[in-house]
């Protein structure tokens, strides 16, 4: 059977303080199959970039893994010293972040840059690096690749240079991808080409994507599956048809009420009242339980697991297959190509229907 590209089980991250400890990340369990896009979102704070962070090894001190555990092509990865989990990063796993200006270095060429990167993690010679440069720049669509290559950062568009970056994570033909808001910093009109390239690229090298973002437009065309992250914590996770036409948890409702829709008419936008916990005041019980309009006692008094949404595990609750006095909202077309048969999960006691 093939490893999951990435398979993290309840993972903890914590800051320690003279105060105290802080919790940024608790009880993370997540999956991507090789080939899969899965989608992770949530407010600035949520933990999205963190858990990215920890999956590629490079949390900031003091932050540190507590528990859990992370394995990526089926190796177990949080427990490696920093110079074993140097020879993964860009072999095993690669890293596209949110301004491509800062992950270039401005003072080599794109073409020196790729190069060393090839040369790192393959057995290639310098020319047969440059040669396999100059094809994954005709891969991601720069024109002109065997004369870009002498070009530096500076003289890309900021379209282009996320590309470069793309072909750089993609050099050392890696398994595990992890795209932190790869489209943030550019133009509307270059996102959706960027994401349309990363969601065809890693479906040909059959590599696994975290997509981090705060866009459900970009999970929405690109992703299979999401993850939706409040508090340091994953609240929901299923198929991107599963989650954005049918929330279960009040947080994605929410995001998803707050969204507008072409072509639906709605008097007003939702809105969730208050905002993310701080780290140091994180509520008892569910996480989300203040700004929660459906919150009961027992919201307030335990954390709820993450429960399945299969139909058995529904019995007797109505509350969260069909929230009161919210009816079905047209959503714009989403990307639904893979036929993943896994049920979605949501930490929310409405999924018992036992609330006391």
Not at 34 to 48: D, M, Q, R, W
Not at 133 to 140: C, G, H, R, S, T
Not at 266 to 277: C, F, K, N, T, Y
Request: overall charge neutral; proline content about 7%.
């Amino acid at each position: 059977m093939t490893a999951a590209a990435l398979q993290v089980t309840d993972l903890t991250v914590e800051f320690p303080t003279r105060r105290g400890k802080l919790t940024a990340l608790s009880d993370v369990t997540l999956d991507i199959q090789p080939g899969e896009i899965l989608g992770v979102v949530g407010e600035s704070g949520a933990g999205k970039s963190m858990t990215g962070m920890a999956v590629l090894g490079l949390l900031e001190p003091p932050g540190r893994i507590t528990a859990g555990e992370i394995r990526i092509d089926g190796q177990r990865t949080d427990r490696l010293s920093e110079a074993d989990m140097a020879k993964v990063r860009g072999r095993v796993v690669g890293a596209i972040f949110q301004d491509p200006l800062t992950s270039l270095n401005p003072l080599f060429s794109v073409g020196r840059q790729l190069e060393e990167t090839i040369r790192l993690h393959s057995d290639l010679d310098r020319k047969g690096a440059r040669e396999r440069a100059v094809a994954l720049l005709k891969q991601v669509g720069i024109p002109g690749a065997e004369e870009r290559l002498d070009h530096y950062p500076h003289q890309f568009s900021g379209g282009m240079r996320q590309r470069v970056v793309i072909a750089l994570a993609l050099a050392g033909e890696p398994r595990l991808v992890i795209a932190d808001e790869p489209t943030t910093a550019l133009d509307v009109s270059i996102q959706a080409q960027i994401t349309a390239l990363l969601r065809r690229l890693c479906k040909e090298k059959g590599a696994g994507v975290m997509l981090v973002t705060h866009d459900m437009g970009v999970i929405a065309e690109t992703a299979d599956r999401v993850a939706v992250m409040y508090a340091g914590r994953v609240v929901e996770i299923g198929t991107v048809a599963e989650v954005l036409t049918r929330p279960r948890h009040p947080y994605t409702r929410g995001l998803m009420g707050s969204i507008p829709a072409l072509g639906a008419r709605v008097e007003r936008l939702q809105q969730i009242d208050g905002a993310m916990p701080r780290l140091n005041a994180i509520p008892q019980g569910c996480a989300f339980n203040p700004r929660c309009p459906d919150a009961g006692p027992r919201c307030r008094r335990e954390r709820p697991p993450l429960l399945s949404s299969a139909p058995e595990a529904r019995a007797g609750n109505t509350g969260a297959d069909e929230p009161a006095g919210q009816g079905p909202v047209e959503r714009p077309p989403m990307n639904d190509g893979g036929k993943d048969t896994r049920p979605g999960s949501a930490a929310c006691w409405l999924m018992t229907g036992d609330m006391a």
